[in-house]
């Protein structure tokens, strides 16, 4: 067993203004009331870090009222009516987490204090089960910082699918459902969501495994919405040195030479105002590489493998603009890249020539627009277009003369000659489009009924020649 030490180094951290935008935003609803009977025309005002501006909503004549579209974090909320005592209220906003908040008003002459408690919990209060870990809360725990993990902290998920695949509520490993910022993130093959985030940059991750709303479409496990950051009314950034070397690892009977060299993954983060409470920005960027060495395979003689050097490359980047157009109106866009190269990757079986090593790019880019609309107390909209693109270039043989197909030993399990699968033909393909248009209208009488009627459409492709060997 190989044992890594792995040490980070935070230089600098300035506390994030954390504000998010999902495909599927936050809900709080309640009723007010007063001696039993609901108080229509109270002014319920939310005011957060998260919003640009302050969102305001009346109760109806049953004494209800909505917000829709909320982004995650903290929230103050507000009850106020003429001669009655105001409440204020601090809630907690979360990921595609419906929050019920209903109030009690008291005549001013009758209440003299009013003490309310805040509540920030990060466990769904409604139906529908999900919980939410926020990055800051990962990055107190022994544990790695990616997506993965967030969703493993959730109850009613296992990594015991195929080579360590989630499985969520018992489901197969590839029928859930993934997104980023609205992106759709599932590898098109094994459905596992892909690494299109930059850890510092995130704000949450949401993990629903039950009773979740069939609006949400193509899964049969569960569902992952993460988040990231869309900077804010202050200015903040963060920076980050992570440092690993090959020679720090502990070794196996295998091994025959450790790359003495120290490899880093550098990640920042900016974000701030370009109009206050109109126009935010969001930047975040994360390089990585790191060197190492592997061995090619010699038949009958382990210990008497060939060393040779390996290499890896990535650049992620994000860019987040988060627009307000008046207190109603919301737009966001978001985009992801990442550029990803190898050099001399080993294949399965093991190669006994350098020939049978493979080098190549995985590039990847995600975008998405997302529109959220108040038309009324009770009526809104919501509208999203996303797009993703995975390109796989190279990663295979790329000898095409006959001579050159690799030969598979089955009783030395070792591969001669070229490398398995065509590098030399056209780049894979795995990609996904999406836009859908969302509305819900809230009405009350007879009890309260959230109406929503719209259209999604979801293409996914994956185009590849299945060729086997370069050579054909």
Avoid: C
């Amino acid at each position: 067993m190989k044992n890594r030490l792995t040490i980070s180094l935070v230089i600098l951290a300035l506390a994030i203004a954390g504000t998010a935008s999902a495909q599927m935003g936050s809900e709080l609803k309640g009723r007010v009331i007063f001696d039993n009977a609901p108080m229509p025309g109270v002014t319920v005002t939310l005011t957060s870090a998260a919003l640009q501006g302050q969102k305001v909503a009346v109760t109806n004549a049953q004494g209800d009222y909505i917000f829709k579209a909320l982004p995650a974090g903290d929230y103050n909320v507000r009850f106020e009516l003429a001669s009655f005592a105001t409440l204020e209220y601090d809630v907690r906003m979360s990921t595609s987490q419906p929050r019920s908040l209903d109030a009690v008003m008291y005549p001013e002459a009758m209440q003299e204090e009013i003490v309310v408690s805040g509540s920030f919990e990060n466990v769904s209060t409604g139906t529908q089960g999900s919980s939410t870990m926020e990055q800051a809360t990962l990055e107190k725990l022994p544990v790695q910082r990616t997506l993965d993990q967030a969703v493993l902290l959730s109850a009613g998920t296992t990594n015991t699918g195929p080579n360590n695949a989630i499985s969520i509520s018992g489901a197969q490993s590839w029928e859930s459902l993934y997104t980023i910022n609205g992106v759709v993130v599932n590898e098109n093959i094994r459905g596992q969501s892909l690494d299109l985030y930059i850890e510092d940059a995130v704000l949450e991750t949401t993990t629903m495994t039950s009773n979740m709303s069939a609006e949400y479409g193509r899964f049969a496990g569960g569902i992952v919405n993460t988040v990231t950051k869309s900077g804010g009314n202050e200015f903040s950034g963060s920076f980050r040195v992570n440092v690993e070397n090959d020679s720090w690892n502990g070794e196996t009977p295998q091994t025959t030479f450790q790359e003495d060299a120290n490899n880093y993954v550098y990640e920042a983060t900016f974000g701030g105002y370009i109009v206050r409470d109109a126009l935010w920005f969001f930047a975040a960027g994360r390089d990585w590489s790191e060197s190492g060495s592997d061995q090619i395979a010699t038949p009958g003689q382990p210990a008497a493998g060939i060393p040779y050097p390996t290499s890896q490359e990535e650049t992620r980047l994000e860019g987040k603009l988060t627009g307000s157009f008046g207190p109603n109106h919301r737009i966001m866009l978001s985009y992801f890249d990442i550029d990803f190269t190898y050099e001399n990757f080993p294949t399965w079986p093991p190669a006994v020539d350098e020939a049978g090593l493979t080098s190549g790019s995985d590039p990847q880019t995600g975008v998405a627009a997302t529109y959220t609309g108040v038309l009324s107390d009770n009526f809104f909209l919501e509208a999203l277009y996303s797009k993703r693109d995975y390109t796989f270039i190279g990663g295979g043989g790329v000898n095409t003369e006959l001579g050159g197909s690799p030969i598979w030993d089955l009783l030395e399990s070792v591969t001669f000659n070229d490398a398995w699968f065509d590098a030399a033909g056209a780049p894979k393909q795995r990609d996904n489009e999406n836009y859908y248009a969302k509305a819900s209208w809230f009405v009350s009488g007879g009890g309260t009924h959230d109406l929503v009627f719209g259209y999604d459409y979801f293409d996914d492709q994956n185009t590849e020649n299945n060729r086997q060997m370069a050579s054909g």
